[in-house]
């Protein structure tokens, strides 16, 4: 019953993606480029709940960020995609305490979400393919919520699904 507890707060968690991608820290920025919440979100969730609930979170997140977003892009099939990979990932192996594994798929997320972002308003709005500020964005966000991933990730999989938070924090049974 605990453990179910925690999985519905760390849904609840989930809520807080938007407010925290508009009040992203400036401290956890690169030249004001933030981490990518959602992914950082969409990763524990996925791999260890599995590739529907990691598509139907992606799905649910890229509703939401999509109806804060007021351009014409969508974030919406890459958080489907990633939730659906990264649940597939979770389904073949454990990666809870593998804090560079973590990092790396944050990575190749986050860049792969910034590319179809950034694919979507090439070919929308301007029709110009490479803009040297849309590839910095691209490459400060990916880096900024890789160098975190493997510390936020690492915890929330521990606290909210493992249930063994004194594990992280150092003491022993």
């Not at 925290?20 to 969409?42: D, Y």
Request: net charge positive.
């Amino acid at each position: 019953m605990k453990r179910d507890k925690k999985r519905a707060l760390y849904q609840f968690l989930g809520l807080l993606v938007p407010f925290m991608t508009l009040v992203s820290p400036t401290w956890l920025s690169i030249s004001g480029v933030g981490p990518r919440w959602a992914e950082l979100w969409l990763l524990p969730w996925a791999l260890e709940e599995g590739p529907a609930a990691g598509l139907f979170g992606g799905f649910c997140l890229g509703i939401v960020l999509d109806g804060i977003n007021l351009d014409g892009s969508t974030q919406l099939p890459a958080l489907i995609f990633l939730g659906y990979w990264w649940g597939c990932l979770g389904r073949k192996r454990k990666y809870s305490n593998k804090s560079f594994i973590l990092g790396s798929l944050i990575f190749s997320g986050s860049f792969l979400s910034g590319l179809s972002i950034w694919l979507q308003n090439s070919f929308q709005v301007n029709g110009n393919f490479f803009n040297i500020w849309a590839f910095y964005t691209l490459l400060a966000g990916s880096i900024v919520s890789g160098l975190i991933a493997p510390l936020l990730c690492t915890l929330s999989l521990n606290i909210f699904f493992k249930g063994n938070f004194s594990k992280v924090n150092g003491e022993h049974d």
